[in-house]
């Protein structure tokens, strides 16, 4: 099966690091933004953990080249932050 892919897509894949990044990546893609941040945790416990993913992920695909920047969340967090690429 042949699957069109734009130019870019493969290279912003290759800044997810394990499966809620590449969720996350998945998301930026089709819509332009991430769900907040809260919708990707599987676990409360670990809150800390997937806030340094969130940004070390940010990071990454500022360093490929995409404008992608954190949109903080209603209360100026990262729960219901976001990723956005502008």
Known sequence: MNVTRKKGEDKMKEAAKGRVQE?????????????????????????????????????RLQELGYNAKIKPGKLGGDWTARIVIE
């Open 23 to 59: 969720q996350i990546v998945f998301d930026l893609e089709k819509y332009g933004k991430s769900k907040k941040l809260k919708n990707y945790m599987k676990s409360q416990g670990y809150y800390s953990s997937y806030c340094k993913s969130f940004h070390n992920l940010t990071k």
